[in-house]
């Protein structure tokens, strides 16, 4: 058995070395304008603490700041007339009550499951070994690599994970929280018990053990993670959404169905997994009713 852990510690600093091996070290943006600023930052930062402080506190702020500021427009939305006919479900409404019950609850998760965690990240990169200093800073491209990884193993996990607790046995304990909501709002993507969140956050936490090679590529991933997810629970779909664009992405549309219905749709970030199991099929013929309506309309 120890001769295995040995043998699986050895592979992933192996792999976090090689792909650190097939970039330059200089920065994660070479000739970028801020390069410089940014580099003296980083460099400040790892001085001004030590490297548990910085780890830590840093990945707790972090989350705190995604979460919060990429909740604001979809918050900032309702008081826009003109954004109404983006609403997905436009016959709910979000309460006052319900964005501050959401609001109590994110910030009971401070203590209960984002400083926890915060101390997990920690101990993830002290045992994969994962450097913070600028000298091994990954590029630009490898941070986007590393991330299109983390997305894929949390896909894969959560989408199984997910279809696991609306089992009649598991949803009332486990998964009942977060459908309290049938027409869902940005700050309520993570309204959910403390075992859901720990449950779907190992996936995620999997994918950044598997491919991030430093500190910078966790936060980042970490980041593109919760605003993908506040953006998802908008309840909006506005036009310029960018997410429209990408191929196999779940959108607001596609992941507000899934509250709005109940059951299929259960892939988080990709649409593949409930295109593969058919699990789509009712969205599809959603979708196709809603189309048919929408040209008859055009008509009248």
């Known amino acids: ?59 707790l702020l972090l989350y705190l700041s995604s979460y919060y500021l990429s909740s604001l427009p979809g918050f900032i939305y309702q008081f826009i007339p003109a954004m109404k006919k983006y609403k997905i479900q436009q016959d709910k409404t979000e309460t006052w009550e319900d964005q501050w019950k959401c609001f109590k609850m994110t910030f009971h998760h401070i203590f209960t499951v984002q400083i926890p965690m915060s101390l997990a990240v920690y101990f993830l990169v002290e045992y994969a070994d994962l450097p913070c200093d600028w000298n091994s800073m990954p590029r630009w491209y490898s941070v986007i690599a590393q991330i299109f990884g983390c997305f894929l193993i949390e896909d894969t996990w959560e989408y199984f994970m997910h279809r696991l607790l609306h089992h009649r046995r598991l949803y009332q304990h486990l998964h009942k929280v977060h459908h309290a909501f049938k027409a869902p709002f940005s700050i309520q993507a993570t309204y959910a018990g403390q075992a859901e969140i720990l449950i779907f956050g190992t996936g995620f936490s999997l994918g950044m053990y598997i491919f991030c090679n430093h500190l910078f590529s966790v936060w980042l991933c970490t980041m593109a993670r919760i605003v993908q997810n506040t953006h998802v629970h908008s309840g909006y779909d506005a036009p310029w959404d960018p997410l429209r664009w990408v191929p196999f992405a779940v959108t607001s549309r596609f992941h507000d169905f899934h509250h709005m219905n109940f059951y299929g749709n259960y892939a988080p970030v990709f649409t593949w997994w409930d295109w593969l199991f058919g699990t789509n099929k009712e969205y599809e013929n959603y979708k196709a009713k809603r189309k048919q309506k929408e040209i008859k309309e055009d008509v009248n």
């Open 1 to 59: 058995k120890h001769g295995s852990l040995g043998n699986n510690i050895i592979n992933t600093s192996s792999f976090h070395l090689s792909l650190l091996a097939m970039e330059t070290s200089d920065s994660p943006l070479q000739h970028n304008l801020f390069q410089e600023s940014f580099r003296d930052a980083w460099t400040r930062l790892l001085e001004s603490s030590t490297k548990f402080h910085v780890v830590t506190w840093g990945t």
